[in-house]
């Protein structure tokens, strides 16, 4: 970290309101009385749950809130008030000296621009004339910068690339004019394990070279741990708490900071169950005059409704918005490893099946490429699910798993290979032939990635429940009842049937698709990277919501998932998938402890860590 005195950005009680929309209405409180600041190459993070207000606070600082919405307090950088800039001052500092990355490049890469004009266009305004020979030459050096070494793609369209090759693309665009900060908003996010860890360290890199300062806005706190100097912890639009990253990882001092902290999965060992603290993130006002945290919060009294509490400092270089700190403190560092409670059954899985329900032999996929080139996405896989059993798949993108997922289900025809769903041994008889193929799709259902993707926004969530038992035979009378069972099974009121997708959060989204999946009373369910689009604490919520229908239903699990630690909360066995190849396979515990391919190996070392626990590792 750089030694100047004097701060690069400051905010002062920085205050966010959306106006009276079209119709009309009150204003509503984004962002409340928010202070940061940040020293020249620093890295401070900022993280908290969706709806917390994160990514408006980037906004607020690069002068990009949406139409209606408004800033007041202070934001200086470098010496200079923000809020009063006339819009062609900050046309000019937005680029060259504040720069923003988003979590989706294409946010900010136009799909009909090719990569290196991407580069260019803020370039050849802001540096005088140039040959466009020089310009393509620019382009292709800044692209070597974010370590894509093969000038062609400076030719190439977004759409060409992979997820991370678009990150990088847009990282380059972002750093094209020098700016002295960058503000990342969840960079990684989207993004595979490994290819995850390369964008966190190219960030680094950077930063380090060019005395850049940084600021890494995440819900993932690993993340922030592993790259952060400082972190603020964001809540209903208030900081409730900022410390050193390592003092943070070591004893938060807000017990909302001890959920996110506890809510995140451990890789080292298997949980009985992942703390979790119920509800939601309330609204700004709705917490006006209060703790935002207090209405979840076990250790909040009177006092903490009281009003709305400080941010104040409890020692040096740490502030805690928590009234009740002094008294508690103790309890919140006993409850940081109280609350992580090892799951006493969690043992070594027998090598061999017993008793298998999913039975895959040799399944090989081949899809036609540009060219007329075969890009083999699976070759000669074998796997085996056990009855009442939880088994992993990972790897990163493009290794096949999600190819594998849906040939599954039906949705592509393997070239090769054989999938069998084996019967119970209680069942008599046999089906063939369609009604065979038909069985066999009931039997096994797949929950996405995404569960807005997979819902008709146009239709209530109950029509979408209702509509999966009329096709699979259930009479007209017993429809209601049915759809309430399921919807009290995944921990959803019965009056959110009527509701549609968009006002339900992710999480709640991600409980109806379960609610579907189990509609048709099936054997296997494959769950596709389920939480990776979730905040760490809704993620807590689904991952024991797995175990619990596991364990009332005898359900069997193929879990799909580049996060090992997520992994390991959820499966006994697990197969790691290497392009295309099943390398290596075993007891969760074992693979995950002593892995024996070099491929499972680097997986591991991807994970992000705090930076004491990385040297440990090391």
């Known amino acids: ?223 922030a741990f592993s790259v952060c100097s400082r972190v603020y912890v964001l809540y209903a639009g208030s900081v409730l708490e900022s410390a050193p990253a390592a003092a943070l990882a070591r004893e938060p001092l807000h017990p909302y900071s001890l959920t996110l902290l506890v809510s995140d999965p451990p890789i080292d060992r298997t949980l009985a169950a992942l703390p979790v603290t119920e509800g939601n993130v309330p609204t700004p006002d709705s917490v006006a005059d209060m703790c935002g945290f207090a209405p979840r919060c076990t250790w909040a009294t009177a006092e903490c409704r009281a009003a709305l509490p400080p941010l104040v400092d409890i020692e040096p270089g740490r502030r805690s918005a928590c009234v009740r700190v002094s008294e508690i403190r103790g309890e919140l560092r006993r409850s940081t490893t109280a609350l992580l409670v090892e799951d006493p059954a969690a043992s070594d899985a027998a090598a061999a099946v017993a008793d298998p329900v999913l039975r895959i032999r040799e399944l090989s996929k081949t899809f036609t490429g540009r060219h007329g080139r075969d890009v083999h996405a699976l070759r000669k896989v074998s796997l085996d699910v056990g009855r009442n059993e939880s088994v992993g798949l990972v790897g990163e993108s493009g290794s096949g798993k999600s190819t594998l997922a849906r040939c599954l289900v039906g949705l592509e025809t393997a070239t090769s290979g054989t999938i069998e769903v084996v019967e119970r041994s209680d069942r008599s008889g046999g089906t063939s032939g369609g009604a065979r193929e038909q069985a066999l799709h009931k039997r096994v259902q797949l929950v996405f990635q995404d569960p807005y993707s997979s819902l008709d926004p146009t239709q209530t969530v109950g029509d979408a429940i209702r509509e999966t038992l009329r096709a699979n035979g259930y009479d007209r009378t017993a429809l209601a009842a049915r759809a309430a069972e399921l919807f009290d099974q995944v921990g959803l009121p019965a009056s959110y049937l009527r509701r549609l997708p968009a006002t339900l959060s992710g999480g709640e989204r991600q409980r109806v698709a379960i609610a579907r999946a189990l509609a048709v009373e099936p054997e296997v369910i494959v769950f596709d990277e389920p939480v990776s689009a979730l905040d760490v604490s809704v993620q807590a919520q689904v991952l024991n919501l797995l175990k619990t229908l596991r364990r009332e239903f005898g359900l069997s699990y193929l879990f799909i998932s580049h996060d090992l630690a997520v992994v390991r909360q959820v499966v006994d066995r697990v197969y790691v998938c290497y392009r295309g190849e099943i390398v290596e396979q075993g007891a969760v515990g074992e693979v995950l402890e002593k892995p024996n391919h070099e491929y499972t190996k680097q997986l591991i070392a991807s994970i992000p860590r705090a930076a004491d626990e990385a040297a440990e590792v090391a």
Not at 123 to 136: D, E, F, H, K, V
Not at 191 to 196: E, I
């Open 1 to 223: 970290m750089a030694t100047h005195d004097a701060p690069l950005l400051e905010l002062e009680n920085v205050r966010v309101e959306s106006g009276a929309g079209r119709r009309g209405g009150q204003r509503r409180t984004i962002l409340t009385g928010v202070d940061l600041r940040l020293m020249p190459g620093e890295t401070v993070g900022i993280v908290g749950e969706s709806g917390s207000g994160k990514s408006m606070l980037a906004k607020a600082v690069a002068r990009l809130l949406p139409p209606n919405v408004t800033a007041s307090g202070r934001i200086t950088y470098r010496g200079t008030e923000l809020l009063s800039q006339s819009d062609r001052s900050m046309e000019r500092l937005r680029g060259s000296g504040i720069a923003l990355l988003y979590q989706d490049p294409f946010t900010m890469l136009n799909p009909l621009l090719r990569v290196g004009d991407h580069i260019t266009e803020g370039l050849a305004g802001a540096q005088g004339r140039r040959s466009r020979r020089a310009l393509r030459d620019e382009a292709v050096r800044r692209l070597a910068e974010v370590g894509i070494d093969n000038p062609d793609v400076a030719r190439k369209y977004p759409f060409q690339l992979s997820g991370g090759m678009r990150q990088r693309v847009a990282l380059a665009a972002a750093l094209a004019r020098d700016p002295d900060l960058l503000i990342a908003d969840e960079p990684s996010t989207a993004l595979d394990v490994t290819t995850q860890a390369q964008i966190l360290a190219l960030l680094q890199s950077i930063q380090a070279a060019r005395g850049m300062g940084l600021i890494m806005i995440t819900h993932d706190l690993r993340v």
